[in-house]
């Protein structure tokens, strides 16, 4: 999908604030509200909006820890690792899952309530899993900085 750069003031837009109204939308950019519409409806309709959600304050909802988990597989198979990623996306306290290069096979960020939660995660869930090798977590001590939005108008072209 070819993105120009109305689309990219738009999505800057909505990144900042979802839940600002077409007709206010379209005011700020200088566009029709319908022309606004029409191009929210392709942005969707093409993948590259995705999904509209709230952020949440997760130390507000009591999920004070955040760890960063490397895990190393013992076994690289198709199968192993589809039962591994297949595991990881059911899994609630898991926001993110990456397969990387170098040291770990995946990189995961997990929330938690406290040290204990994260104790009975990895018990009850993570070393129940077939074909570990190794787990290493990394505990955020203090978030720096925490976005969501993406840059899309400094991307490389």
């Not at 392709?42 to 895990?71: M, P, S």
């Not at 939660?117 to 505990?139: C, H, W």
Request: with cysteine; aromatic share 8%; proline share 3%.
């Amino acid at each position: 999908m070819k993105i120009d750069q109305t689309d990219e003031r738009i999505l800057e837009a909505l990144q900042t604030q979802g839940r600002l109204a077409n007709q206010q939308l379209a005011e700020n950019l200088g566009l029709s509200p319908a022309s606004c519409w029409r191009r929210i409806r392709a942005l969707e309709e093409g993948g590259v909006i995705q999904r509209y959600a709230a952020l949440l304050d997760r130390k507000l909802l009591g999920l004070n820890l955040c760890t960063f988990v490397h895990v190393s597989l013992a076994r690289h198979d198709k199968q192993n690792v589809t039962a591994f990623e297949a595991a990881i996306k059911n899994h609630p306290e898991v926001l993110e899952c990456y397969a990387t290069t170098g040291d770990a096979d995946f990189m995961l960020r997990v929330v938690t309530r406290d040290i204990e939660a994260y104790d009975r995660f990895l018990e009850n869930f993570m070393f129940t899993l077939p074909g570990l090798l190794q787990v290493k977590s990394n505990i955020a001590l203090r978030e720096i900085k925490f976005e969501t939005k993406l840059p899309v108008t400094n991307r490389t072209t």
